[in-house]
């Protein structure tokens, strides 16, 4: 097991800028980002999906079937630091799905971080419907950033907060790396 490893969990709703971030942190801090459309994208390419319409039941089980791959391969891969992404819904499935990353990074012996991504609604919209978050096989649909339910509740000793709203990608993960440094000199 690899003690000197990080796994960043960033949560929150589509268009927050949780992608934008965790790419400033592998450029930054050397980080290999993990997003959620890296596991997604195989099937929503092959769907052709245009940013509107609902995926079908049958893709999100493929795509949990990669997904487990994936964290299968991260299990074990344990000489890097990565950055995963994902929105997660107050569901029974997100939950477990928050849990099987937080297991992940336990057995790799790594430092486990959620972020909790926050934001405005006002810049909610403008990051939402940016026209390359299409290019991306990601939502563009306004109604997004509409109140579709609650999002995860995390309790975790090591959760950070972080209302993106006003901050710049840099700004943010100069939050993010300042929060992992307090944590360390505990």
Not at 21 to 41: H, P, S, Y
Not at 62 to 69: G, W
Not at 164 to 179: D, G
Request: with cysteine.
């Amino acid at each position: 097991m690899t003690q000197n490893t990080i796994i960043i969990y960033l949560t929150g709703k589509p268009g927050v800028g949780k992608y934008t971030i965790a790419k400033e942190l592998a450029v930054r801090d050397g980080f290999i980002v993990c997003d959620n459309q890296l596991i997604n994208n195989p099937i929503f390419e092959l769907l052709q999906y245009d940013g509107y319409t609902k995926i079908p039941d049958f893709a999100w089980d493929t795509i949990a079937h990669i997904r487990a791959e994936v964290f299968d391969f991260l299990s074990k891969s344990t000489q890097n630091s990565y950055v995963l992404t994902n929105c997660l819904a107050d569901t029974e499935e997100d939950k477990q799905l928050y849990e099987q990353v937080q297991k992940m990074a336990e057995a790799r012996g790594s430092l486990f971080i959620p972020v909790r991504l926050e934001i405005s609604k006002e810049e909610h919209l403008k990051r939402l419907t940016r026209q390359e978050r299409r290019e991306r096989w990601k939502s563009i649909d306004p109604s997004d950033a509409e109140d579709n339910g609650p999002l995860i509740s995390i309790s975790h000793p090591n959760l950070l907060s972080l209302n993106v709203s006003n901050l710049s990608p840099e700004n943010a993960v100069e939050a993010i790396m300042n929060h992992i440094k307090r944590l360390s000199q505990r």
